[in-house]
């Protein structure tokens, strides 16, 4: 989950962060520092308002630095820039200030302290829509501007209650994010959203809803002609066929992330080490799967042995030889003695039925057997017969 996160944590930063204030790279840091350390609050009463705005643009240039380097600084910049935007309402500013603080929280792990100040930032947005201007924008605010920075909020909110584990909450910002890459043809974004809310899902095991969201990633990815995007989104895909047994589709996916892989060495090493881990996996399971075949065709086979084994001694015991009996070297075995001594006790042929729970009709096929054995026409002659041979 927080690889997840980290991952669309990035890629809002790297959306909310165009056109701010990142000149700071052509400053000293220290001299920075050392210039706004001599602003007083006397001095920042008594200061024109184009000082202020220089002196605040200065304190969010090192809060943009600091936020590379130390949360602690960057969060104490970030409410040294609110001194001065708070009061003056200046909301493009405050939005940047409690969104840099928001994130420092959010590098701490804490959650709802997170979720306060960027709840703050989206009040100064939704002011901005509202028609509030500022002396750097005195004509308001462009909407495409307001709405890259909602984006970026709504996604890292949505983090927030994604690692929270109240994913309903989530998928509501993310979805309000994704309207908003869509309204301004942000494909990438959108790949790079719903690749991520696949993951999540294949993380709950819901992959119905991951295969879901790694399409929608699919489609944004080849509007954009992002081949790397495709890639990522494959190799996604090829995991939930994997986790669903489907191997041979499974590997059909990871083959295609595969080649782009291999042909950009270094560009995407820990998502090329996932796939070659899920390929390994679903070779793995094949052998596992050729396996357990071979051995139910083997257990079948004994299965089937042991039967025919069976029903052979089964019919041996039934009509084995047993021994020579006197006269004419007739041979009889175990069951027909036992029905002959039936018969000469005189018992019918249900009775013996019963007695040996055998069917009326087998033992009927029995007496018939014995008399023509015996050559005989009748039940008295075969008794007669074997009586006088000493058989019974």
């Known amino acids: 989950m927080k690889r997840f996160v980290l991952c669309l944590c990035l890629c809002f930063l790297a959306a909310s962060t165009a056109g701010a204030y990142n000149d700071y790279r052509n ?48 969060e104490f910049y970030a409410r040294k820039s609110l001194t001065i935007t708070v009061p003056r309402g200046w909301e493009f500013a405050k939005c940047d200030a409690y969104r840099y603080i928001g994130m420092c929280f959010y590098a701490r792990e804490k959650w709802d302290s997170a979720h306060f100040y960027y709840n703050l930032a989206l009040e100064a947005l939704y002011k901005m829509e509202a028609g509030a201007t500022s002396p750097t924008a005195p004509g308001g605010y462009p909407q495409r501007q307001i709405d890259d920075q909602k984006s970026a909020l709504y996604g890292t909110i949505g983090n927030i209650y994604n690692l929270q584990d109240s994913l309903d909450l989530a ?5 309000k994010a994704a309207e908003i890459f869509e309204k301004w043809g942000w494909n990438e974004s959108n790949s790079i959203l719903y690749y991520n809310i696949g993951e999540t899902w294949v993380e709950e095991a819901d992959y119905g809803k991951a295969m879901d969201g790694y399409r929608k990633a699919l489609d944004y990815a080849q ?47 820990v998502f090329h080490q996932e796939n070659l881990d899920s390929i390994s996996r679903v070779m793995d399971a094949r052998k596992a799967l050729t396996y357990r075949i071979l051995g139910v065709i083997c257990g079948a086979f004994l299965i089937a042995a042991g039967y025919a084994f069976g029903l052979k001694l089964k019919k041996k015991k039934r009509d084995g030889d047993t021994e020579n009996v006197r006269g004419d070297g007739v041979k009889l075995n175990d069951r027909e003695l036992e029905i002959l001594r039936l018969m000469a006790q005189g018992k019918t042929t249900a009775q013996i039925a019963d007695e040996i729970f055998l069917s009326a009709e087998t033992v009927k096929w029995y007496r018939k057997k014995l008399f023509t054995k015996f050559d005989v026409a009748n039940a008295a002659e075969l008794i007669r017969r074997v009586t006088e041979e000493g058989i019974i």
């Open 27 to 74: 400053h000293n840091i220290d001299s920075l520092e050392l210039e706004v350390s001599r602003w007083t609050p006397d001095r920042v009463a008594k200061a024109t308002e184009q000082e202020l705005i220089n002196l605040d643009n200065a304190y969010r240039e090192l809060m943009i630095a600091c936020s590379r380097l130390n949360n602690d600084k960057c």
């Open 171 to 175: 998928m509501d910002y993310y979805a």
């Open 223 to 269: 509007a954009a002609s992002d081949t790397l995007l495709m890639a990522n989104v494959w190799k996604g895909m090829g995991r939930v066929y994997l986790e669903k047994g489907r191997y041979s589709r499974a590997m059909r996916y990871l083959k295609k992330a595969e080649a782009y892989y291999t042909a950009h060495v270094g560009e995407e090493e």
